[in-house]
C-alpha cells in the first residue's frame, strides 16, 4: 500500500524535529543546566510542539490507511478522534504558536540580536541548527495547510486556548525570574516594570492574531480549493 507524497512529506517533517530536537538537547550549554532547562525557552518549547503535532499526523495517516476499507465502527471512531486532536493543535498550538516564534525571533533579532540570541551562542549552536530552530517552523506549518484540510474550533474556544497557553508561559517565564533573579530573554533585562507589563499583553494579542491569521487563511485555502474543484465538476455534469 503506498503512500501519498503528503504522507510522506508530513513523515520526514517529522523525522526533521525529532533530528533537531535530539542535537539540540545534546548541546552542553550553561542555560541547559540551571533552572527550568530548555522548558523555559519558547523555541524548544515550540520545537516540542510541532514534533508532537507531526507525529499525530502521522499517526493519523496510518490509521486512515490501515482502516480504509475496513467498516470496523470502533476503528472510525478512533480515527475521528485522532482527527479531531490533530486539527485542535494545529489550529490552537502549532500554527499561532510557530509563527509566532518565527516572526519575533527574527525581528528581534535583525534590531539587535543580543536582546534574544547573543552572539556567545553561535559557539554553541551551529547555523543550520539556529535554523531548523527558527525558520523551517514557517513554511512546514504552511506546508501542511495547504496539503491538509483542518475544522478549527469555535473563534471563543480557540482564543481562549491561546490566551491561556499564552499567559501560562509568561507566568512561568515570571517565575523562573523569582526563583533565580534571571530573565530568560535579555531583553526583558532592558524594560522597566511597566514596560514589561505592555510588553506581555502585546505578546499575548500578537499570538492570538497569529491565530485568526491561521483560521482565516486555512478557510481561504479550502474554500478556493473548493470552488476550484466544483468548477472542474460542472462541464462534465454538462
Not at 33 to 46: A, N, R
Not at 169 to 195: A, F, K, M, Q
Request: aromatic share 14%; with cysteine.
Amino acid at each position: 500500500m503506498a503512500l501519498v507524497p503528503c504522507q510522506v512529506l508530513r513523515a520526514a517533517i517529522l523525522l526533521s524535529y525529532c533530528s533537531i530536537l535530539c542535537n539540540y538537547k545534546a548541546i552542553d550549554m550553561p542555560a541547559h543546566q540551571t533552572y527550568g532547562g530548555s522548558w523555559k525557552f519558547l523555541t524548544f518549547i515550540d520545537l516540542v510542539i510541532q514534533a508532537v503535532f507531526f507525529g499525530i499526523c502521522v499517526l493519523t495517516d496510518l490509521s486512515s490507511l490501515l482502516t480504509r476499507g475496513n467498516d470496523s465502527q470502533e476503528q472510525e471512531r478512533q480515527l475521528k478522534k485522532l482527527i479531531s486532536l490533530r486539527d485542535w493543535m494545529m489550529a490552537v498550538l502549532a500554527f499561532p504558536v510557530g509563527v509566532f516564534v518565527v516572526t519575533m525571533f527574527w525581528s528581534i533579532y535583525i534590531y539587535d540580536r543580543e536582546l534574544v540570541y547573543p552572539k556567545l551562542l553561535d559557539n554553541f549552536i551551529p547555523a543550520w541548527l539556529n535554523h531548523g530552530m527558527h525558520t523551517t517552523v514557517l513554511p512546514f506549518v504552511l506546508i501542511e495547510m495547504r496539503t491538509t484540510h483542518h475544522q478549527y474550533p469555535s473563534r471563543s474556544c480557540g482564543l481562549a486556548a491561546v490566551c491561556t497557553f499564552a499567559v501560562g508561559y509568561i507566568l512561568w517565564v515570571c517565575w523562573i525570574h523569582h526563583v533565580t533573579g534571571v530573565w530568560v530573554y535579555p531583553l526583558l533585562e532592558h524594560l522597566s516594570p511597566g514596560v514589561k507589563i505592555i510588553f506581555f499583553a502585546a505578546v499575548t494579542v500578537i499570538i492570538n492574531i497569529f491565530y485568526l491569521v491561521g483560521e482565516v487563511l486555512n478557510n481561504y485555502i479550502w474554500d478556493t480549493q473548493k470552488c476550484i474543484e466544483e468548477g472542474r465538476e460542472k462541464p462534465k455534469s454538462e
